[in-house]
């Protein structure tokens, strides 16, 4: 069987947009067939070297994009602040599942709990791995899809958030690297009803890009501390 040389995911928009009156919609529809994108490619285990972007008109004339996965290598390279990266990976989340909210846990083993993301140092929001939709996925290390939250018996209005007695339905991702759990991913309420399997496997993708992103970031911060005891003997 002969490998692909490309592999790519497009869309025909049912009318003419706008750069620039246009550009919230556009944007949502680029992510969208990004993360889809990722996912076809994670799950037949390919990889790329170059990401490229092809508009054609309505007189067929076609204009085309490249660039090397080198730029993105180098960004990822860059230092970033992990609090203000989780918060665009939740934002990507809700607005590509078009769901209402999207929160990023992370697993704290010295707590042996889950602390939500962006919450105060001083003040964190802790969850404990016993409960609710939280609990279940981070214990079981699988995505969790609850059609309707209020017929699991699973669900707690207190751990999974539900401050306003209003959430619908949830998808609950595991953030795991090598069966090791490092936090999880919830999306709740899809505008348009409950998450499907298209829903899950790019939750999914999304789940491994924070991964990435907060074992940087930790092993940076061990890094540094090491450094910092070496000077200090």
Known sequence: VREPKSISRETTFERDLSARRDRAELSRIFTDLCVRLAADLKRKGYAGRTIGVKLRYDNFATVTRDRTIDLVTRKLAAPFDLQSVLAEIGEAARSVLHAERATVWLYEPALDALVLAGTPADRPVE????????????????????????????????????????????????????????????????????????????????????????????????????EKLDREI
Do not use: H, K, W
């Not at 009803?193 to 940076?220: H, K, M, W």
């Open 127 to 226: 969850a404990s791995l016993e409960n609710g939709i939280l609990g279940v996925t981070a214990r079981t290390r699988t995505i969790v899809n609850v059609p309707d939250c209020r017929l699991d018996a699973r669900f707690d209005p207190t751990v999974d958030l539900d401050y306003d007695n209003d959430v619908r339905c949830m998808l609950s991702v595991p953030l795991v690297e090598q069966n090791s759990l490092v936090g999880v991913l919830q999306v709740v309420d899809r505008v348009d009803g409950p998450f499907n399997d298209d829903d899950e496997r790019i939750a999914a993708t999304l789940a491994s890009q924070c991964v990435v992103f907060i074992q940087r970031e930790r092993l940076t911060r061990t890094v540094a501390m090491a």
